[in-house]
């Protein structure tokens, strides 16, 4: 055990970044270490549950706007953030740095770098982040998820692992759960997914898509969906003309109990949600980000495609048409249900929260 050691974590504040950033802390936790936190207002929402002995919320923005007051008004903020990084480090010396991408996660990992703190980055998906693609030259490590890496640096003088996606515990604990595909009659669970930026195509499409499904199967389905606030009620109202009730909501707490009980998944191909979907074993319809940087998730979604866990519908593709012939087909097909149940599994990560976490310490440990 590393009694008295402290790690610093860098991440934006999505759940993307959030969750393997969390599922580290975590595993660093059990083994003696304290965690400091460096993240934006967004990622201070996880603050309640992320086991973090500081936190420290940055000023951060997007450097992609456009406008010279923007830019100069995101220049200043980054200027902020570095020097409130510096300081943080300098007061509470850090032994090791790993960033996880998003735009909060830069301020921290260049102050890492200034402080000469040995520091690393996980990229959560299959295409490297911008920030990530920033830090890594001189990083000590780039530690991946999948197999293929794309836009990684020729330069580089760290090592470069495939280590898979960290997890956080509350999914480990779903992790491969038994899947039991329904029963002819018997009920259907689905459950719908997809962050701020995806719930409001799946509000409009999902909800048509359903309700044009013949009667016979339609009554069997039980659906949980991700809902904005602010359309709630139009989703709801839908639901109710097709003669089904749904659990709307705009954020589930026990996310991991929800697709334990899934049948099927709807989602987008951000990276914590592909690796969640493949931990527990789940089949998943994916719809990646269009606008996602560099098309990431696009990547992310092969993964699962290629073993044949998921279909994978375009943004283009995906009308109330395609996604009712598509639900059609694979709610009558039970058996094919749980072969692409089976087949997430294959590609589910094995040991990566605690590969990492060794890593980490061998590099402290100047094993590395």
């Given at each position: 055990?590393?009694?008295?050691?402290?790690?610093?974590?860098a991440a934006?504040?999505?759940?993307?970044?959030?969750f393997?950033?969390?599922?580290?802390?975590?595993?660093?936790?059990?083994?003696?270490w304290?965690?400091i936190l460096?993240?934006d207002?967004?990622g201070?929402?996880y603050?309640?549950?992320?086991?973090a002995?500081?936190?420290?919320?940055?000023?951060a923005?997007?450097?992609a706007?456009s406008?010279?007051?923007?830019k100069?008004?995101?220049?200043?903020?980054l200027?902020?953030?570095?020097?409130?990084?510096?300081?943080a480090?300098?007061?509470?010396k850090?032994d090791?740095?790993?960033?996880f991408?998003?735009?909060?996660?830069a301020?921290?990992?260049?102050?890492?770098?200034?402080?000469?703190?040995?520091h690393g980055?996980h990229?959560?998906?299959?295409?490297?982040?911008?920030v990530?693609r920033?830090v890594?030259p001189?990083?000590?490590f780039?530690?991946h998820?999948?197999?293929?890496?794309?836009?990684?640096?020729?330069?580089r003088?760290?090592?470069?692992?495939?280590?898979?996606?960290?997890v956080?515990?509350?999914?480990?604990?779903?992790?491969?759960?038994?899947?039991v595909?329904?029963?002819e009659?018997?009920?259907i669970?689905?459950?719908v997914?997809?962050?701020?930026?995806?719930?409001a195509?799946?509000?409009?499409?999902?909800?048509?898509a359903?309700s044009e499904l013949p009667?016979?199967?339609?009554?069997?389905?039980k659906?949980?969906?991700?809902?904005?606030?602010?359309?709630?009620?139009?989703v709801?109202?839908?639901?109710?003309?097709?003669?089904?009730?749904?659990?709307?909501?705009?954020?589930?707490a026990?996310?991991?109990?929800?697709?334990?009980?899934a049948?099927l998944?709807?989602?987008?191909?951000?990276?914590?949600?592909?690796?969640?979907?493949?931990?527990?074993g789940?089949?998943?319809?994916?719809?990646?980000l269009?606008?996602?940087?560099d098309?990431?998730?696009?990547?992310n979604a092969?993964v699962?495609?290629?073993?044949?866990a998921?279909?994978?519908m375009?943004?283009?593709g995906f009308?109330?048409?395609?996604?009712?012939?598509?639900l059609?087909?694979?709610?009558?097909?039970?058996?094919?249900?749980?072969?692409m149940?089976?087949?997430?599994?294959?590609?589910a990560?094995e040991?990566a929260?605690?590969?990492?976490?060794?890593?980490?310490?061998?590099?402290?440990?100047?094993n590395?």
């Amino acid at each position: 055990m590393s009694e008295g050691k402290l790690i610093g974590l860098a991440a934006g504040g999505t759940g993307g970044h959030m969750f393997p950033a969390e599922a580290l802390a975590q595993e660093m936790k059990r083994r003696g270490w304290r965690v400091i936190l460096f993240t934006d207002k967004r990622g201070m929402r996880y603050g309640e549950t992320f086991p973090a002995d500081i936190l420290l919320e940055l000023p951060a923005s997007n450097p992609a706007i456009s406008g010279v007051k923007a830019k100069a008004a995101t220049g200043f903020a980054l200027m902020r953030a570095v020097r409130q990084s510096l300081a943080a480090i300098g007061t509470h010396k850090p032994d090791i740095m790993v960033g996880f991408g998003g735009y909060p996660s830069a301020p921290a990992m260049l102050a890492a770098r200034l402080r000469g703190i040995p520091h690393g980055v996980h990229e959560q998906n299959a295409v490297l982040g911008r920030v990530n693609r920033l830090v890594a030259p001189k990083a000590d490590f780039i530690a991946h998820a999948f197999t293929q890496l794309d836009r990684l640096p020729e330069k580089r003088t760290g090592a470069l692992l495939e280590l898979g996606n960290p997890v956080r515990d509350a999914v480990m604990q779903k992790a491969r759960a038994p899947y039991v595909a329904p029963a002819e009659f018997s009920q259907i669970d689905i459950l719908v997914f997809g962050g701020s930026q995806g719930a409001a195509l799946f509000s409009r499409i999902v909800p048509a898509a359903i309700s044009e499904l013949p009667e016979r199967l339609r009554q069997r389905l039980k659906i949980t969906q991700q809902v904005r606030e602010e359309e709630q009620e139009a989703v709801a109202a839908v639901y109710a003309e097709a003669g089904l009730q749904a659990d709307l909501r705009p954020f589930f707490a026990d996310m991991p109990e929800r697709l334990a009980r899934a049948h099927l998944v709807i989602s987008r191909a951000g990276a914590s949600s592909v690796t969640e979907i493949a931990t527990v074993g789940r089949p998943a319809i994916l719809v990646p980000l269009a606008i996602a940087m560099d098309d990431h998730q696009s990547g992310n979604a092969r993964v699962l495609e290629a073993c044949g866990a998921a279909k994978v519908m375009s943004e283009g593709g995906f009308s109330a048409d395609t996604l009712r012939e598509t639900l059609a087909a694979l709610l009558t097909a039970p058996a094919t249900l749980a072969q692409m149940a089976q087949q997430a599994l294959t590609v589910a990560p094995e040991r990566a929260t605690i590969r990492l976490a060794d890593h980490v310490e061998a590099v402290v440990a100047g094993n590395e």
